[in-house]
T-cell receptor, first 116, second 114 residues
């Protein structure tokens, strides 16, 4: 079946530094990928929609200059958390879908970000 | 996005069937009913989806009410590995092949007792 790979699975960084998270679709092309964030004991919150070859679409309240998204190919999207602060510590999850009508989403296993 | 309502938590015993309900009284005619589940510290996993007719796959069954205002995810024999948060989500697929945004609610935490 379809697989979405996310890397790294966890990362610890210091305040003020930037962290890049990769999301790859391993056996299918994904023109669209989605980035979610999940805080402990809460549900997933959609951050942005990543479109191959064009600018990402951000949800209301998500700072596009802080969460940089690049979708340079049909199999890779990256999320960079810039100038990270402790409040950015969270579980970041990407998802992708096959280029088929009404195809379900396939999710990565998430990246646990801890900012110290 | 149309809203869904699920119980916060449910319990089941191992090897017994589990019926997870979902209410979606404001569902529109083009909304599909999707179910995903999330195990601890993992990304969500697709379970099943349907439009009007009941659906079966290797993981579960989806029973959809005739008026489509509610649905039930059925796990026929719960195992300890089925302990997860189950999300019922409505999704109106786009005509273009770009996928659809999914808005997650709070879901149902399923506990499976040995």
């Amino acid at each position: 079946g379809a697989v979405v790979s996310q890397h790294p699975s966890w990362v610890i960084c210091k305040s003020g530094t930037s962290v890049k998270i990769e999301c790859r679709s391993l056996d299918f092309q994904a023109t669209t990928m989605f980035w979610y964030r999940q805080f402990p004991k809460q549900s997933l919150m959609l951050m942005a929609t990543s479109n191959e070859g064009s600018k990402a679409t951000y949800e209301q309240g998500v700072e596009k200059d802080k969460f940089l998204i690049n979708h340079a190919s049909l199999t890779l999207s990256t999320l960079t958390v810039t100038s990270a602060h402790p409040e950015d510590s969270s579980f970041y999850i990407c998802s992708a879908t096959r280029r088929l009508y009404n195809s379900p989403l396939h999710f990565g296993n998430g990246t646990r970000l801890t900012v110290t | 996005d149309a809203k869904t309502t699920q119980p916060n938590s449910m319990e089941s015993n191992e090897e017994e069937p589990v019926h997870l309900p979902c209410n979606h009284s404001t569902i529109s005619g083009t909304d599909y009913i999707h179910w995903y589940r999330q195990l601890p510290s993992q990304g969500p996993e697709y379970v099943i989806h349907g439009l009007t007719s009941n659906v079966n796959n290797r993981m579960a069954s989806l029973a959809i009410a005739e008026d489509r205002k509610s649905s039930t995810l059925i796990l026929h024999r719960a195992t300890l590995r089925d302990a997860a948060v189950y999300y019922c989500i409505l999704c109106a697929p786009k005509r273009e092949t770009s996928g659809s945004r999914l808005t997650f609610g709070e879901g149902t935490q399923l506990t499976v007792n040995p």
